[in-house]
Each structure stands twice: as structure tokens, then as C-alpha cells.
């Protein structure tokens, strides 16, 4: 082992211990002699900060040394950023990391869609779906299910189908999860055409495990696995 790998070894551990201090003025003075970490090492240190969840310590380091991580290394630091800290304060570090050179993706906003239906702050939800077209990146799945989700949660099962309606025509494929949110919202709400609606794009869509009937709230009960 060279002298920087002992170094990583030795930061890693410090950080582990909760000496954060310590560990950046090691650090700071690696960088003072002119030694340059591999990406590699600089990530090892990185996500040891992002499980200690300090991300003020972890973005003033990324900051210092100039380094942005792998995507997906970045899109678990936001993630995190979200559940323990809020959107709102993770978007402040969204920016930080965009600053640094990072791009987002699909999954960047649809981790912040995700958490702002779960804070029940579905405008914002909407907002993130938005910045994720401007920027021309197709959302996922997962993002409109979370929106879904949360229109139905707020008694907004009216546009509901206009969502869905959205989505379709971006292109984005509904799966299982999707049409069980749909169904789960409608049959809540007793709203029986919409039922009936949703069981025949299923069907259109080729979705195999519809059950047999004439009766659709039975029929979207029992794909929900709740028998009437």
C-alpha cells in the first residue's frame, strides 16, 4: 500500500469514528503537497461521509477538491439529502453538486418527486416533474407512480386520469404498480367508470392477470388481492 492509499485507509477510519475534523485537515494537507487522490479514493471518502449523513462536511470536501462522483454515488447522496434533511434543503444541494458539474437524471428527479409526494407536498412533486421536462430528460415509472399516488392521497382522484393521460403520451410505460395505485384511488373514491376504463386499457396493454367477471369493482378488488 503507497502512501495515499494509507491515507484513504486512515481518513476513512476517522470518519467512521465520527472525527470529521481530523479527517479534512489530513486531507487539506495531502492536497498542500501537491498529492492527488484517484476518483476512486476521493468516493471511498464520499460515501463515507453520505452514510455518516454529514453533508455539510461532505459538500465543503467535494467543494474543496474540485471532485464530483460517479452518478449514481451522487443520486444516493441526494436521496439521503431528502429523507433526513427535506427536499427543500436537498435541492440546495442538488444545486452544489450541479455547480461541480453534475448532471441529473431520471432518477435524480424522480427521487425528489418521490420524497416531496411522501412530505405531501405535491405541487412541489409537479414542480420537479416540470424542471425534469425542461431539461429534457424523460421521467420514469416510478415518478409518475409517486405523483399518482399523492393525487390520490390529497382527494385529487379527478386528474387522476389526466396524469395517466400524460404519461402515456410521453411514452413512459405503466406497469403493475401503476395500474394498482389507479384502481386502488378509483375504487376508493367509488369512481366505477373510471374503473371500468382503467380494466380495459389494461387489457388493451396486455396486462395477464386480470380476473374474470362482469363485475368491475370485483374484478379491480380482487387484482388489488382484496376480495370483495
Known amino acids: 500500500m503507497g502512501l495515499k492509499g ?5 481518513v476513512v477510519s476517522l470518519i467512521k469514528k465520527d472525527k470529521f475534523l481530523q ?61 433526513n434533511l427535506g427536499t427543500d434543503q436537498a435541492w440546495l444541494v442538488f444545486q452544489r453538486l450541479e455547480a461541480l458539474g453534475f448532471a441529473p437524471d431520471a432518477t435524480t428527479f424522480g427521487i425528489f418527486i418521490f420524497h416531496s409526494c411522501r412530505e ?22 416510478c415518478a409518475y407512480n409517486a405523483i399518482l399516488g399523492g393525487v390520490f ?3 385529487l382522484y379527478r386528474h387522476a386520469k389526466y396524469v395517466f393521460k400524460d404519461m402515456v403520451e410521453r411514452e413512459v410505460t405503466p406497469n403493475l404498480s401503476t395500474y394498482k395505485i389507479i384502481l386502488a ?5 367509488r369512481q366505477f367508470d373510471d ?30 388481492g382484496l376480495e370483495r
Not at 498542500?32 to 476512486?40: E, H, I, N, R, V
Not at 460517479?70 to 443520486?75: A, D, S, T, V, W
Open 6 to 10: 494509507f491515507v484513504v485507509v486512515v
Open 23 to 83: 479527517a479534512l485537515g489530513i486531507l487539506r494537507q495531502l492536497k498542500s503537497l501537491g498529492l492527488k487522490l484517484s476518483k476512486g479514493a476521493l468516493s471511498n471518502i464520499v460515501e463515507e461521509f453520505n452514510k455518516k449523513k454529514d453533508i455539510g462536511d461532505m459538500m465543503n470536501f467535494l467543494e474543496e477538491w474540485r471532485c464530483l462522483p460517479e452518478l449514481r454515488l451522487c443520486n444516493r447522496i441526494l436521496a439521503s439529502s431528502c429523507t
Open 120 to 141: 405531501m407536498k405535491l405541487k412541489s412533486a409537479l414542480v420537479y416533474l416540470s424542471e425534469c421536462f425542461s431539461r429534457h430528460v424523460k421521467p420514469g415509472v
Open 153 to 155: 392521497r390529497e382527494g
Open 185 to 189: 384511488g378509483f375504487c376508493r373514491y
Open 195 to 224: 374503473i371500468e376504463q382503467v380494466l380495459r386499457d389494461m387489457k388493451t396493454n396486455g396486462v395477464n392477470d386480470l380476473p374474470s367477471g362482469n363485475c368491475v369493482l370485483s374484478k379491480a378488488l380482487s387484482f388489488l
